[in-house]
């Protein structure tokens, strides 16, 4: 029996190839990509709206039944509104709000207040008293510093019961 045995010559490397160098560069690279975009995305959380809808949230879960309870007794009332902001000038708007009871007679001697809300800039709210021009009928100016989307949240306490809604609102010159 016969063995034969091949051997492949294999040449002898001089050392790494050229590009092999730049292999520990491809690591420090995608590290700076990766620490750059976590430095962006860090920056722009803390410089954006934070999204806290309440400053006492605990509290409020806490009297959430007492939240439901006032909604329905506040529907039982049927107490209704209808908000219009209209005559922007001179970033400033004239806020309208007609307060009806059941059966779309006006509500008179309310002490209704407004706050204008933006929902991306907690920086914009602004709290404002609305006067009685009319019968049922309540109205102010208001800054308003960017136009668009807005809310506008109504609290009005009338006859010892007290009202809250609020609405969505478009402003625009």
Sequence with gaps: MTTTTTTNSIP?????RKSDRWIPWY????????????????????????????DHAFEDGNSYNQALSDAR??????????VTVAGV??????????????????????????????NDRDDMDEKIMLDEISPGEYRTRAKVPVYGNWKLRIVAHAQN????????VLIKQ
């Design 161 to 168: 019961h007290d009202y809250q809604v609020v609405e969505d």
């Design 12 to 16: 002898a490397s001089s050392g790494p």
């Design 73 to 82: 007794a506040q529907a039982e009332l049927g107490w209704r509104t209808k």
């Design 27 to 54: 690591f420090v690279g995608g590290f700076a990509v990766m620490l750059f975009a976590n430095v962006c995305l860090i920056v722009f959380s803390q410089t954006s709206w934070v999204g806290l809808v309440s």
């Design 89 to 118: 000038m001179n970033n400033e708007a004239t806020i309208t709000v007609l307060f009806r009871d059941k059966v779309q007679e006006p509500i008179s001697g309310a002490k209704m207040e407004a706050v204008l809300m933006r």
